[in-house]
């Protein structure tokens, strides 16, 4: 099987199929796609509402819930109780065959009428403002996340406690305003960290210990701006650091304000906006970002040459040097 070139269905834009790929289809006995692989990637998360919450009515017991199907829609949906109980049946909703019909046009029949679980959110106590979470206790607010427990405001949390306003954090407690950071205790302010404890505004930091406005530290303690000091003088300055942020606030393009207990300034990001998840959930024009002075990088046009064919690499690691 040849490489392939076809046009995009949607956006119309070219997209290749590697001879790899009409293998893999083949095994798996599916056509090959005719969408690009960035339409494929939207029509998928078309599919998923994680965020959007509304409050409606169980369409079985009639207790009030909250759901990620908004009521004013035409879908049908059961609190946890009814939906996971057996006082109804799936099989009762059932529906012919009809060939004078598209599939989708009667499976979006039967999804319409078949009662549907009002939020993935399973096995979770005092946490129903959640949705694709398990396991949590005393949650809000929090998605995509599981065995935490009072967290809130917070996305793919994973074994957190006490904690709030996190985007991808794992086996930690007591963090505040972090991204992407694991195995950590009392981290404030800090992005891709690991077993960091009680620190501010650290960014790629391993094993660090009382430090504040670090940097690619590993292994420190009582280190300010990457600078080593002793626990006395650490002790001595953080408090006049913090007071001189409150009193000496950034203050970006846009004249907003940037005291102590600010997360980043985002014009200060080491990427545009529209390279960052921010522009996946929360999509602005070029015109938009700019206006909130966001950075933006136009796409650049990419005509990459094939440097070595499929059929050249090597098939075991051995033979590459």
């Not at 959110?121 to 129903?128: H, K, P, R």
């Not at 590993?218 to 626990?231: A, D, P, R």
């Amino acid at each position: 099987m040849k490489q392939e070139t076809k046009n995009c269905q949607n956006c119309k834009a070219m997209f290749t199929i590697e001879p790899d790929n009409f293998g893999f289809y083949e095994k798996i006995k599916v056509p090959p796609p005719t969408f690009c692989p960035e339409c494929r990637m939207q029509r998928r998360m078309t599919w998923r509402n994680e965020r959007s919450l509304y409050k409606r009515q169980c369409g079985l017991c009639s207790k009030g819930m909250i759901s990620m199907y908004n009521p004013a829609g035409s879908y049908a949906a059961y609190c946890h109780d009814c939906w996971w109980g057996d006082a109804w049946n799936p099989l009762d909703f059932g529906l012919e065959y009809d060939f004078n019909k598209t599939f989708f046009e009667q499976y979006t029949e039967l999804l319409k009428k078949t009662p549907l679980l009002t939020l993935s959110n399973l096995n979770s106590i005092n946490s129903e403002y959640g949705n694709f979470t398990d396991n949590n206790k005393g949650c809000y607010l929090v998605f995509g996340s599981g065995f935490s427990e009072n967290v809130r405001y917070t996305r793919m949390a994973n074994w957190v406690k006490d904690s709030q306003d996190l985007l991808n954090i794992g086996k930690s407690e007591l963090m505040y305003e972090c991204v992407n950071s694991f195995d950590s205790y009392g981290l404030k302010y800090s992005l891709n960290c690991k077993n960091c404890t009680d620190s501010y505004f650290l960014y790629n930091c391993r094993n660090c210990n009382e430090c504040f406005g670090c940097i690619n530290l590993v292994s420190k303690s009582n280190c300010i701006f990457n600078k080593q000091y002793t626990k006395e003088q650490y002790e001595e300055l953080i408090p006049k650091i913090i007071k001189h942020m409150n009193n000496m606030p950034y203050i970006d393009s846009k004249k907003r304000i940037y005291k102590y207990g600010e997360f980043f300034p985002a014009e200060l990001s080491c990427f545009y906006y529209n390279e960052t998840i921010a522009q996946e959930y929360l999509p602005l024009t070029k015109e938009e970002a700019l206006e909130q002075s966001y950075k933006w990088k136009d796409r650049e046009k990419r005509n990459y040459a094939i440097d070595i064919r499929n059929e050249n690499i090597p098939d075991s690691i051995k033979e590459v040097y």
